[in-house]
Structure formats: C-alpha cells, structure tokens
C-alpha cells in the first residue's frame, strides 16, 4: 500500500478510486475536483519531481475528518474540493471550509511525519481580513493572498475571497 493510502486510511478519508498522478503545477492550479483514476488500475506513482500524486476523496469523508480532529461536529463544512496529494515524498492534505464558529473562510493544511499529522497552515479570510499562522519555510509551498505568497509567520493581511495553496 502506497504512503498516501496509509494517510488516507489513517485519517479516516475515503478514496473514490485508485491513486493518479498529474504534473504538480497543473494540480496545484486545478481549483475543482480532479479526475476519479479507476480503481480496477493500481495505484500511480510519481515518475519526476515535476509530478505530484493525488488521491480524490469521498466529500462526506473530509467531514468526518474535521469533526474528528477538532471535536466540533459542524463547525468546519468543506467549501472546495480538499488536495491529498504526494510530493517529492511528503504527504499533505489541504482543506478549504467555512469556519461558522467565527464566521469566516478557513484553509486548512497539514503534512503527515513518521510521527503523524502536523498543521502546517492555518489561513482564516473574509473580504475584510485574513489572518495566517503559516510554517511552510522547510516545504516548497506558499499560500497565495491576493497575489502574495506567505510561507511562513503569523499575522492579518486585507482581506480576500479566496486563497490558494500552490507551489512556492
């Protein structure tokens, strides 16, 4: 079984089907779902550091992960198709949810070790303000805020209707 199964079933994220891969900067930009791979095919493997492999996920799935992992059954509803993705080794999850306890936009991302899940970015936005707790300096990843890209610190920007987890 792949790294990326083992975090999938680990926390309790069902697959829709077999594990795909896509060149990173093409997954990265994809805002919607990507591609269900069959699962009558094994599972891809990464064949470059220019891919990436991603696994899609059952939608009510992503639920019972944020109400498991904050014990606030509601307080985070997926707003965007989340990322399950293996790169260059390293798995990750990114969730896009409506924050309802403080009424605001929340990304979400963590990076599974060896000795289990961290967050790894912690992005709250309204159209008024965004605040970040971010420790993306040892990944290749930033988050995009109205076209800068944070990676690391903790602070409030102006606000925005969207950001984006993307290749720093």
């Known amino acids: 079984m792949s790294k990326l199964r083992n975090v999938l079933v680990g926390a309790g994220v069902v697959a829709v089907g077999a594990i795909g891969t896509k060149k990173a900067v093409d997954y990265f930009r994809n805002k919607n779902k990507e591609e269900v791979v069959q699962d009558s095919q094994p599972d891809a493997e990464p064949?470059?550091?220019a891919e990436v492999?991603?696994?899609v996920v059952q939608d009510d799935s992503v639920q019972k992960f944020l109400d498991a992992s904050?014990?606030?059954a509601g307080r985070y509803i997926p707003t965007r198709s989340p990322k399950v993705f293996d790169?260059?080794?390293k798995?990750?999850?990114v969730i896009w949810a409506k924050d309802n306890k403080q009424n605001k936009?929340?990304?979400l991302a963590f990076v599974y070790t060896d000795q289990g899940r961290k967050m790894i970015a912690s992005v709250g936005y309204t159209s008024e303000k965004t605040d970040y707790n971010l420790s993306l300096g040892d990944t290749p990843f930033a988050?995009?805020?109205n076209g800068n890209l944070l990676k690391t610190g903790q602070s409030?920007?102006?606000g925005t209707s969207d950001v984006d987890f993307i290749l720093g």
């Open 53 to 55: 492999a991603y696994a």
């Open 143 to 145: 988050v995009d805020v």
């Open 70 to 72: 904050f014990g606030d």
């Open 156 to 158: 409030e920007t102006s």
């Open 87 to 89: 790169y260059l080794g």
């Open 91 to 93: 798995q990750y999850m």
């Open 105 to 107: 936009n929340q990304l």
């Open 47 to 49: 064949t470059s550091t």
